[in-house]
């Protein structure tokens, strides 16, 4: 097949990138498995497996040996890179079949690929690690798209398989992936020699060549011919998923709808622990959660077990009743039993399927919720988690579509599905995985966002696992300020705090990406240092709305979410030691700072019983890195304190009891401490002065 002849897949190979690394065939297939993996049609993040092998000089005998390299547990083929990867000895590997001792001893094999490891510097070998072993072949792909699972997971499937490619592809039946498995591929290719790949029945494909471009190749020929297949059936003898049920709602209604219900999605799936939201609405997504088939095809699971892994056992399918979205506690006492039938439903599920040895029942909440004519929402315990969640749940509704174009799509029985999901070795791999930062699972909307303390404090909570949205009134300088985290860390709106609708604009924005608010930072701000004389009523109004109204919307603005989703929350207001401390030309901004104090105070004495804390940190003298410190300011300080503006930093850090430069990085910490830390804390004022005696709160 020509490669511009693909309408399915992506041809992505570059030949000049491939010469570079001609010599170097580990390398080659590491460059092939991320180009697979670049295209989420042929697999998703985490899912699928590569493989090479290579002739290797042992180390100790000095004599030639066969070495697979394969992608390590856990990894993924489109960021997999030499450290990823694990090398063994494939004669070893043959050895294990003398001690195989049965399916009911499975999981104890994949101990013993660790006693045939060639390099000592493997990533942890995966469970596919003998499906790759047992077959000859150089190169090899193991991947699951949706063109290819479609056909594994269609009635009729090894039928089909027959009608599509005759005698040139091999057909598994379903079982779970493992060293039996390994074997029965063997045993696939023994019995059909000459095949240039084998479908697993409700999972996936292998396919293979003697160097890595021609697996790739084949590979994609292999989906190509699968999908155009599927593409000449769909919507001919009915229409797709049975056509529309209903009309979505507009797209820019849709996502304010969405920005508005998540944080109540939010909190119910939050039942067991929080969790962070992901809102999709491309058009597979509508298409099928609009349709006439979606009530009988998504109680029915998925097939593919990566799909199923991060999806869970069925997807949550809401029916919101007009009218309801207009009342959020309305709205919330409607769909309060969806998701109590849901726990109920997986809590039945378990202790059907539960074998003598299975870990405790997991989180019972949903993971994929299905909102006809809205979208699909996703929570799982980080951000790159429910969209990965919402990419493969994408793909099982690709599946669905194809399998019912075909004959008719079937799912993993359940008890199947339970052995997956509760596999002993899939607990393993929970519970090797890294402790959770203290700040994981929460997000974070911060104001003056795009530099000094407002950035500071954005890093600081970001570094400590939180989701950060950054506001400020600058868009060029957020898109600069945002440059910096890493996919699915961060997100930013522009935002005027002295306008309630640009407010709720950010919120919305804020919910829409991460699935609501847990932590609410005022820290936008400015200084007018002016005798009374000298201070105007434009001064006077403009620091009394940047710092005090301002102060007030987000609060005011912020409780709603946080009341939609009844986990608590942390309101931090950075105001400054001028509101306590009386001094000379400082009327306007010690008299707006004083104010945003005791609206702290008396917001916490309001919001406590709901557990929303609202503290306060007072900064002094943060002259590095804040913009505050630019122009009037400075000269209005300098001039207060009968110094030149050069001197202002030495002299604010000689001032204070400890002789300390405050940074902004210093109020980022106060910030962290309170919404991490101090957690039973509210109404209360953090001092970071270095030590200010007249600033003593007591």
Avoid at 284 to 307: E, M, W, Y
Avoid at 368 to 390: H, Y
Avoid at 455 to 464: P, Q, V
């Amino acid at each position: 097949m020509r490669v511009d002849a693909f309408k399915h897949v992506d041809y992505l190979w570059d030949e000049s990138k491939a010469a570079e690394l001609s010599n170097d065939e580990i390398a080659l297939f590491i460059y092939r498995s991320n180009v697979l993996g670049a295209d989420l049609r042929i697999t998703n993040y985490g899912g699928g497996n590569t493989s090479c092998k290579t002739v290797e000089i042992d180390p100790l005998s000095g004599k030639e040996v066969d070495v697979m390299w394969i992608k390590g547990s856990g990894g993924d083929i489109g960021t997999l890179n030499r450290k990823g990867i694990a090398g063994l000895y494939l004669d070893r590997m043959y050895d294990l079949q003398r001690i195989y001792r049965g399916l009911e001893h499975e999981d104890e094999m994949v101990d013993l690929y660790y006693r045939c490891l060639y390099d000592l510097d493997s990533r942890a070998p995966s469970i596919d690690t003998a499906l790759h072993g047992f077959l000859p072949f150089k190169h090899i792909d193991h991947l699951h798209p949706d063109g290819l699972i479609a056909i594994a997971a269609a009635k009729d499937s090894q039928r089909i398989t027959r009608e599509i490619w005759g005698d040139s592809m091999g057909w598994v039946p379903w079982q779970r992936p493992g060293f039996d498995l390994g074997l029965k591929l063997e045993k696939c290719l023994k019995d059909n020699p000459g095949i240039r790949g084998i479908v697993l029945g409700g999972h996936g494909l292998f396919t293979w060549g003697d160097t890595s471009h021609e697996c790739y190749l084949n590979s994609l020929e292999v989906i190509e011919t699968a999908s155009e297949y599927i593409a000449e059936r769909e919507g001919k003898s009915r229409p797709v998923f049975g056509g529309a049920r209903i009309q979505g709602l507009p797209a820019q209604e849709r996502k304010k709808v969405a920005s508005r219900i998540a944080p109540i999605l939010r909190g119910l799936c939050s039942s067991e622990q929080r969790m962070i939201g992901h809102f999709s609405e491309n058009e597979k997504v509508l298409q099928f959660i609009n349709s006439n088939d979606l009530t009988r095809l998504a109680p029915l699971g998925t097939s593919c077990p990566d799909h199923f892994l991060r999806t869970k056992i069925k997807p949550l399918v809401l029916e919101i009743k007009e009218g309801a979205l207009e009342n959020p506690e309305v709205l919330k006492k409607q769909i309060t039993p969806f998701f109590e039938q849901y726990r109920t439903d997986y809590a039945e599920y378990y202790n059907n399927c539960r074998r003598a040895n299975s870990p405790s029942i997991r989180d019972p909440n949903p993971v994929v919720i299905l909102c006809p004519g809205i979208g699909m929402f996703t929570f799982a315990k980080d951000k790159q988690t429910a969209r990965v969640a919402a990419e493969f749940y994408i793909n099982a509704i690709n599946v669905m579509r194809g399998a019912e174009a075909i004959t008719e799509y079937t799912a993993l029985p359940r008890q199947e599905a339970f052995d997956i999901e509760y596999w002993l070795l899939e607990e393993a791999k929970l519970q090797r995985q890294p402790k959770e930062k203290l700040l994981s699972r929460k997000v974070a909307i911060i104001t003056g966002a795009a530099g000094g303390i407002g950035k500071a404090i954005a890093d600081k909570l970001a570094s400590e696992g939180a989701n950060v949205v950054l506001t400020d009134i600058s868009e060029d300088r957020l898109l600069e300020a945002v440059k910096g985290y890493k996919k699915d860390i961060a997100s930013h709106a522009v935002c005027n705090v002295t306008d309630s609708d640009s407010i709720e604009t950010a919120f919305d924005k804020a919910c829409l990406e991460f699935g609501g608010v847990d932590i609410i930072v005022h820290s936008a701000g400015l200084a007018i240092s002016k005798s009374l004389a000298d201070t105007t009523e434009d001064d006077w109004d403009l620091l009394q709305n940047v710092l005090v109204k301002g102060q007030f919307l987000m609060s005011k603005i912020g409780v709603q979410t946080l009341r939609k989703q009844a986990l608590g929350g942390d309101i931090i207001n950075i105001a400054s030691k001028n509101g306590l401390v009386a001094g000379p030309n400082n009327v306007g901004y010690g008299s707006a700072k004083a104010s945003q104090q005791h609206i702290t105070r008396l917001l916490a004495a309001e919001l406590g019983p709901e557990k929303i804390r609202v503290n306060t940190v007072n900064p002094d003298g943060v002259i590095v890195g804040s913009k505050i410190w630019e122009g009037a300011w400075a000269e209005g300080r300098a001039k207060a304190n009968n110094i030149s503006v050069e001197e202002l930093p030495a002299f604010y850090a000689k001032r204070n009891l400890m002789n300390e430069i405050i940074l902004p990085e210093d109020i980022a910490n106060a910030v962290f401490a309170l919404t991490a830390i101090l957690d039973k804390s509210t109404g209360n004022m953090i001092n970071v002065d270095g030590g200010m005696a007249n600033s003593f709160v007591r």
